[in-house]
């Protein structure tokens, strides 16, 4: 069974700073790809940042949205990834999630497909005050 946990969302002020963390684990599941979606009231799940790896290189992927805030990272040997999400404003209030995906992003299209995806976690909350 693959699990997709996430934390470190929160209450927030516009104007500050969260880092969200995710792990994806499982026996027989090996991720070449994750990223982070957002889901706001009322809206659709969107797109936030991704990235992927394959012999040795590291891709990454944003939304035209947060580009320049957030940034998306991993730790390889903790089998995590983070979002770093900085100068929040109001409308980044949302449920985060996680996801964790078997096959190897090859461009931000399919980066942004929730389909790419194998493995989403619950979510963590992010709410911003203004």
């Known amino acids: 069974q693959v699990r997709v946990i996430e934390s470190g969302g929160g209450l927030v002020q516009a104007g500050d700073s969260l880092r969200l963390s995710c792990t994806a684990s499982?026996?027989?599941?090996?991720?070449?790809?994750m990223g982070w979606f957002r889901q706001a009231p009322g809206k659709e799940r969107e797109f936030v940042a991704a990235?992927?790896?394959?012999?040795?290189?590291?891709?990454?992927y944003y939304a035209d949205s947060v580009k320049g805030r957030f940034s998306i990272s991993r730790d390889n040997a903790k089998n995590s990834v983070y979002l770093q999400v900085n100068s929040l404003k109001p409308e980044d209030t949302a449920v985060y999630y996680c996801?964790?995906?078997?096959?190897?992003?090859?461009?931000?299209?399919?980066?942004?497909?929730?389909?790419?995806?194998?493995?989403w976690g619950q979510g963590t909350q992010v709410t911003v005050s203004s």
């Open positions: 990235l992927s790896w394959s012999g040795g290189s590291t891709f990454y």
């Open positions: 499982g026996r027989t599941f090996t991720a070449y790809a």
């Open positions: 996801a964790a995906g078997s096959s190897v992003l090859l461009n931000s299209r399919i980066a942004g497909n929730l389909r790419s995806y194998n493995y």
